[in-house]
C-alpha cells in the first residue's frame, strides 16, 4: 500500500512503527471487512481512488484508517519532509496551474473510484 501511495519503499523503521500502530488500532476498533486489500494488490486497482470514495461514503473505514496511520507515520519523519511540505516558493500561475491540476485529477480519481467500487460491489458492505 506504501508504494501505491508513495512511489517508493518504505523503511525498515517505517515498516515497523505501521505493524506497531495497525495492531493497536485494529485489535481494539472493531472494522468490517469491507475491503479485501488482496484483491486491490493483486487487481492492481486505484488505492487511492478507492480510499477516496470510501471516505466520501463512510468516513470510518478501514482503508481510510490504514491511509491516515501511513500518512502520519511519514509526516513524523524528517527525511519524508518535503513529500508534505515545498519549500521553495512559486510563482502564482504555476501555483494556479498546479491548482487546477489537482482539482481536475480529484474529480478523476472520484469518478475512477466509484466505478471500481460499484465493479467489485464494495458499496454493498456500506
Request: proline share 3%.
Amino acid at each position: 500500500m506504501f508504494n501505491r501511495y508513495f512511489n517508493r519503499n518504505p523503511s525498515v523503521e517505517l515498516v515497523e512503527n505501521y505493524v506497531n500502530a495497525h495492531t493497536k488500532i485494529f485489535n481494539t476498533n472493531t472494522f468490517s471487512k469491507e475491503i479485501n486489500f488482496q484483491k486491490i494488490i493483486n487487481l492492481n486497482l486505484d488505492v487511492e481512488a478507492i480510499e477516496y470514495v470510501l471516505r466520501l461514503f463512510k468516513n470510518q473505514n478501514s482503508l481510510s484508517c490504514k491511509h491516515k496511520v501511513l500518512s502520519y507515520l511519514m509526516e513524523a519523519r524528517s527525511e519524508n519532509f518535503t513529500v508534505f511540505h515545498n519549500p521553495k516558493p512559486k510563482p502564482s500561475y504555476k501555483f494556479v496551474l498546479e491548482l487546477s491540476y489537482h482539482g481536475i485529477r480529484s474529480i478523476w480519481k472520484l469518478c475512477y473510484g466509484l466505478i471500481l467500487c460499484i465493479r467489485h460491489k464494495w458499496f454493498l458492505t456500506l
